[in-house]
């Protein structure tokens, strides 16, 4: 039974880039959150989403950053136009219902 | 606005003594709590949680104590082994809140157990 996939584990972008971080839940999860830890920091909730909804959104920056959960294929976590303050590891948990979190590896953004 | 806080930063421990890592939280509509051991380079690990009508939760090594009026929860590891080396996470929900579903992290706690 896999657990919570990420990928790609590291990605390094130009300011001005995009940076596009995937998710695969583990099997039987609907629900798909998306958390950033910047250095020294505990992790900060972003998006909470099941299939082909966003259910909150509270934690995501209002501008550039965008995530979606589609009927098929990983949950997508997308940023647009990165800068230095977006490098951070992204992390990416799945659960049942109300059930316990479940988190994936992470993926490392580092933006030069 | 840490809702979330743990103050301690690192905790160095004897191999099979106790373990107390402590967390406390301001906001009182948190009503369930969670604590995650992450390694370096890895995503957290769920260890153990407590919902609110309880003031224990036993498992293996492991035992999280919960303080509603302190508003104080702290995870007991005993005996202390090197693998706990980690950073401890402590973990709030508010499950009836509008953000149900949303987990606020404290800064975690590094635990290095001395062999």
């Known amino acids: 039974n896999a657990g919570v996939m990420q990928n790609p584990r590291h990605l390094v972008r130009r300011r001005g880039q995009e940076a596009r971080l995937r998710c695969s839940p583990m099997k039987g999860h609907s629900h798909v959150y998306w958390y950033r830890q910047l250095p020294e920091e505990g992790l900060k909730f972003m998006v909470y989403?099941?299939?082909?909804?966003?259910?909150?959104e509270s934690g995501m920056p209002k501008e550039r950053f965008s995530a979606e959960f589609p009927k098929e294929g990983p949950s997508i976590l997308r940023i647009q136009q990165v800068v230095r303050g977006d490098s951070a590891a992204y992390f990416c948990?799945?659960?049942?219902?109300?059930?316990?979190?479940?988190f994936g590896p992470g993926t490392r953004l580092t933006v030069l | 606005d840490q809702q979330v806080k743990q103050n301690s930063p690192s905790l160095s421990v004897q191999e099979g003594r106790i373990s107390i890592l402590n967390c406390d939280y301001t906001?009182?509509?948190?009503?369930?709590f969670l604590w995650y051991k992450k390694y370096p380079a890895e995503g957290p690990t769920f260890l153990i949680s407590i919902s609110s009508i309880k003031d224990k939760n036993e498992d293996g090594r492991f035992t999280v104590f919960l303080n509603k009026s302190a508003k104080h929860l702290s995870l007991h590891i005993v005996p202390s082994q090197p693998g706990d080396s980690a950073v401890y996470f402590c973990a709030a929900r508010a499950s009836s809140s509008g953000s149900a579903r949303q987990l606020t992290f404290g800064s975690g706690t590094q635990l290095t157990v001395l062999p």
């Open positions: 989403l099941q299939k082909e909804n966003i259910i909150d």
């Open positions: 948990a799945s659960s049942q219902a109300t059930d316990t979190q479940y």
């Open positions: 906001n009182s509509m948190f009503d369930y």
